[in-house]
């Protein structure tokens, strides 16, 4: 079993910054990439960050620039840095995890956070 658990997200003023955390926990082979997605109502959920376990990274379009995606390896976490938030970040944000569970046979499944909230307003 492998779970993702969420921390950090709230209430901030526009302009203001935020970090979330997701730690992985459980039996697994490795971390292959994990990400945050969020969903904001009415609309559909939406890839914000993403992370490779090369270390490569990437980026929705309306992010780029104020949102920073990292990994700790060691703890089995990844972060989610956001700065100078807008109102339209506001959005229940969930992370998600591509793990490979086992090799013998082969398994990769992806796992997702509980989800949190967060609003930009003033």
């Known amino acids: 079993q492998v779970q993702l658990v969420q921390s950090g997200g709230g209430l901030v003023q526009p302009g203001g910054s935020l970090r979330l955390s997701c730690v992985a926990s459980g039996s697994f082979f490795r971390i292959n990439a994990m990400g945050w997605y969020r969903q904001a109502p009415g609309k559909e959920r939406e890839l914000v960050a993403r992370i490779t376990g090369g270390g490569s990274t990437n980026y929705a379009d309306s992010v780029k620039g104020r949102f920073t995606i990292s990994r700790d390896n060691a703890k089995n976490t990844v972060y989610l840095q956001m700065n100078s938030l807008k109102p339209e970040d506001t959005a229940v944000y969930y992370c998600?995890?591509?793990?490979?569970?086992?090799?013998?046979?082969?398994?990769?499944?992806?796992?997702w956070g509980q989800g949190t909230p967060v609003t930009v307003s003033s």
């Open positions: 998600n995890g591509r793990i490979t569970i086992a090799t013998l046979p082969f398994r990769v499944d992806d796992y």
